[in-house]
């Protein structure tokens, strides 16, 4: 089956540098979504990708889909204790939906 | 309503004990997802509505596991003779497109310990 990986499990962030999270499939996509869930709450709608090497930006936000739509990335600019949180991608292979384990952030400041 | 609404917000079982989780999804939204979160892991899907027709429950962990929708509306998901294993977050989702989606919205779960 559908197998999907995000890297790193854990980012301990300094207040103000940028990070990277990754989500990679083993099959290829119809579109991904990222999500954001606070400590305690509730997955949030951030993004969805569905063009191949697709970039999308929010704010400080910068989401790509990769060219063979079987990945996906999430880059943080600047990163503040606000961003503190778990990213989960949520793949969509037409019709089969898998989140990924997630991405745990932790900013110091 | 504004939100997903999902009661109650914690409940506590004994095991062996039946329980009924229930979602109340954004009004007019047409696909309803329910989600099965364990502590520190991503949401694990368990099924899905598209009005009141269960086009997915591949999910579903055995046959203890029972979700409907009969209106399609207001969901409810039945865990019987409940396990220590079925202790988790319930999440429930709902979108307003069918087939590809435009973003869930989430409830802020139901807290099921297993005692």
């Known amino acids: 089956g559908q197998q999907v990986m995000q890297i790193p499990q854990y980012q301990h962030v300094q207040e103000g540098e940028d990070f990277t999270t990754y989500c990679n499939s083993s099959?290829?996509?119809?579109?991904i979504q990222w999500y954001k869930q606070r400590p305690g709450g509730h997955p949030v709608f951030l993004i969805q990708?569905?063009?191949?090497?697709e970039v999308k930006k929010q704010k400080r936000l910068t989401f790509q889909f990769g060219e063979a739509k079987k990945n996906s990335s999430l880059h943080i600019t600047a990163t503040q204790t606000t961003d503190v949180g778990t990213y989960f991608c949520?793949?969509?292979?037409?019709?089969?939906?898998?989140f990924g384990a997630g991405t745990q952030v932790v900013v110091t400041p | 309503g504004a939100g997903v609404s999902q009661s109650p917000r914690y409940k506590v079982a004994k095991r062996g004990q039946d329980v009924a989780l229930r979602c109340d999804p954004i009004?007019?939204?047409?696909?309803l997802f329910w989600y099965q979160q364990a502590l520190g892991q991503g949401p694990e899907f368990l099924t899905y509505?598209?009005?009141?027709?269960?086009?997915?429950k591949s999910g579903l962990p055995s046959d203890r596991f029972f979700a409907e929708r009969p209106e399609g509306s207001v969901s409810t998901l039945k865990i019987q003779r409940t396990q220590q294993e079925d202790s988790a977050v319930y999440l429930c989702?709902?979108?307003?497109?069918?087939?590809?989606?435009?973003?869930?919205?989430f409830g802020s779960g139901t807290r099921l310990t297993v005692v």
């Open positions: 989702a709902s979108s307003t497109r069918t087939g590809l989606h435009y973003g869930y919205t």
């Open positions: 099959t290829t996509l119809s579109n």
């Open positions: 990708l569905v063009k191949s090497g």
């Open positions: 949520l793949t969509d292979s037409w019709g089969k939906f898998q």
């Open positions: 009004s007019g939204h047409v696909s």
């Open positions: 509505f598209q009005n009141e027709a269960q086009l997915d």
